[in-house]
């Protein structure tokens, strides 16, 4: 008997290794134009829109999401969408046309760097420090799961996994810096379009359009309501997620999308590489489209699972413990699954490639931007101000390897309490919610203080992680902060942020109010009022920015109207 | 992105494209006459689907081919 999913054949394993030799190769070839700080952590600021805005999107769409949304599909329906609509395109186009110019004119390397501009040191220290831990969280957590998925569909050894795949990353992002991430994120880009988009073609086709997958899926779960993204959100106990629409429009798509999109390292470092001012407001707008796209390979392979395999069991987290020991196949084995029911050799091998290429993206991504937060924002500013840029970038080079060593470690780490992985999502929303108000009333309001600031932040991050330990051991507090005794996770982490994110906001100005600001000169170059824009070159109407916001924004708005 | 002349990442995205179109093409044409178990295996996905890739591919080397 089998125990595992996928049984690779020759061309499988072909594929594969192609890749492998594929990425520390290109690695090893853009080694010699990362030889300075700007190259090496900010991929020289020459990207153009196409690569930044591609970068952008995938620095976000690893293998992790891949495979736990498309099992949230199976388990929540469309309304998994959500987080990548309502919960992205809005904040992507306002990072691009709002916050892109002051982020780019100050010329910060990452976040955190703007927030010692704006706020001083206390508020960029409390971010760097909290980004780097969990830049080293994320990256182990995808070393890890990357090797457990591994593991549960073709048998590897869960070691070996670990090991080879942080070499390979560690080899091309020692060598080539931000250049090489940005790359392997573009061609995991077109790994995973090509590797998953024939998963919803063949699924249509098997169930008759998408007419006929939802009359399946009807069939497989009468009384239930898995294909409108709105009309079932007026009460919380009328769809499968517990879910009211004002968590969906405030807490997800008011704060934590927006946290996550303007504020996260990870994202943000991508459009910062960007060649001109143009082009780093392109970059996010041009990721909408693609971004609006993915529930095409994510969201509805989870649907199409409903409609053909309506077995699957509740969901496991991604450990030892699979549920396919069990004789049963747990809701994040959907998308294996479906790839196991469509594809033979050759596509097989190429949507494992995929996976593959999205979990090694999502170390690259998260170490290469650990290297960036701790040698400019922790290890320059605390320890060594006045080094030369060739030390910087040796620094930068050897926490690489040091990152990734942190890496392994949380890797193993994660694989000993798997229940830590339920912390990871809520770690990130105790840091995201609370930064973008921070930083966006940074780049709007100049009586902001750096006292506000950094008071502001504070009390955002308490509040969020008082109020999650608040539901989790007090439950009848969950009828208090999620406003409802039926929200389940995803409802709860919404209001957590919405609440999170309004008390920074309280405290920032109450704060700034009391406290002395800069002057309009000290603010020059970081927010609205004190900064001269400047104009944009002549590109015509269709080069313009805001007008493919406009176009993005109203095919986000058709598409709500569609599966309402 | 043309810093330092470096080739541009599209060449590698192409290059890597027609690679895997290629090995697929070959394969899903190999099992033409003896099909895997999969569902609508009688599509013979493969083949036009690695067929794509390699178009596509090929495409995207040429237009970004090194000066």
Known sequence: ?564 | MEKHHIIPVWFFVGLLLAIYGALICFSGISEYSHLPNTVLAELHAPVWWGAIMTVVGVVYIVANRPK
């Not at chain 1, 994120?185 to 090509?194: G, K, N, R």
């Not at chain 1, 109203?554 to 598409?559: E, N, P, V």
């Open chain 1, 1 to 564: 008997m089998n125990d595992h999913l996928i049984a690779l054949s020759g061309v499988d394993m072909a594929i594969i290794a192609i890749y492998f030799v594929a990425v520390v190769g290109i690695g090893f070839y853009l080694k010699r134009f990362a030889e300075s700080g700007e190259d090496f952590f900010m991929a020289g600021r020459e990207m153009t829109a196409w690569v930044a805005g591609l970068s952008f999107v995938s620095a976000n769409l690893g293998s992790l999401e891949l495979l736990g949304w498309a099992g949230a599909s199976y388990q929540y329906g469309i309304l998994a969408a959500h987080w990548y609509w309502i919960g992205a395109i809005p904040a992507m186009i306002f990072l691009g046309i709002v916050m892109m110019p002051f982020y780019y004119i100050c010329k910060t390397h990452s976040v955190p760097g703007y927030l010692e501009l704006r706020y001083g040191p206390a508020a960029s220290g409390l971010s760097a420090i909290s980004f780097a831990f969990m830049t080293i969280l994320m990256s182990g957590v995808n070393m890890f799961a990357m090797a457990s998925v591994m593991r549960v569909l073709l048998g590897w050894n869960i070691h070996l996994s670990i090991w080879v795949s942080s070499v390979t990353v560690g080899l091309y992002v020692v060598a080539g810096g931000l250049f090489s991430a940005i790359f392997n994120e573009v061609l995991q880009f077109f790994l995973i379009w090509f590797g998953a988009l024939l998963i919803p073609v063949l699924g249509l086709i098997e169930t008759g359009g998408w007419d006929g997958m939802v009359a399946r899926i009807q069939k497989n779960f009468p009384g239930q309501d898995f294909t409108h993204a709105w009309s079932t959100l007026g009460h919380f106990g009328d769809n499968p997620m517990g879910m009211h629409w004002t968590g969906i429009v405030f807490g997800l798509g008011a704060m934590l999308s927006m946290g996550y999109w303007t504020t996260d390292f990870l994202v943000v470092q991508r459009v910062l590489s960007a060649k001109d001012m143009r082009s780093a407001k392109m970059a996010p707008v041009l990721g909408s489209f693609f971004k609006m796209a993915v529930p095409l390979i994510v969201i509805l392979p989870g649907l199409i699972g409903l409609a053909v395999l309506p077995s699957l069991a509740m969901p496991h987290p991604l450990g030892p413990e699979s549920a396919l020991l069990a004789g049963q196949h747990s809701y994040n084995d959907v998308l294996p699954l479906i790839m196991v029911r469509y594809f033979g050799p050759g596509l097989l091998g190429l949507g494992v490639t995929a996976l593959i290429a999205g979990f090694m993206a999502g170390m690259a991504g998260n170490t290469s931007a650990f290297g960036t937060v701790w040698t400019y924002d922790i290890y320059r500013h605390f320890f060594n101000k006045n080094a030369s840029d060739a030390h910087y970038v040796s620094m930068g080079r050897w926490c690489t390897i040091v990152g990734l060593v942190l890496s392994i470690g949380t890797a193993y780490l994660v694989m000993g309490f798997a229940s830590i992985m339920d912390y990871v999502q809520a770690l990130f929303g105790f840091f995201i919610a609370p930064l973008f108000p921070t930083v966006l009333i940074g780049m709007l309001w100049k009586r902001a203080t750096g006292a506000g600031g950094f008071l502001g932040l504070l009390a955002g991050v308490v509040s969020s992680v008082s109020m999650f330990f608040t539901m989790k051991y007090v439950p009848s507090s969950i009828a208090i902060i999620a406003l409802s005794d039926k929200a389940q996770g995803l409802a709860r982490d919404m209001y957590q942020a919405l609440w999170a994110g309004l008390i920074c906001v309280v405290v920032t100005v109450v704060v700034s109010l009391m406290t002395q600001p800069k002057s309009d000169k000290e603010l020059e170059g970081l927010v609205y009022g004190a900064t001269a824009i400047p104009k944009e070159e002549d590109t015509g109407f269709w080069g313009k920015p805001i007008v493919w916001a406009c176009v993005s924004l109203a095919i986000f708005a058709l598409l709500q109207v569609i599966f309402w």
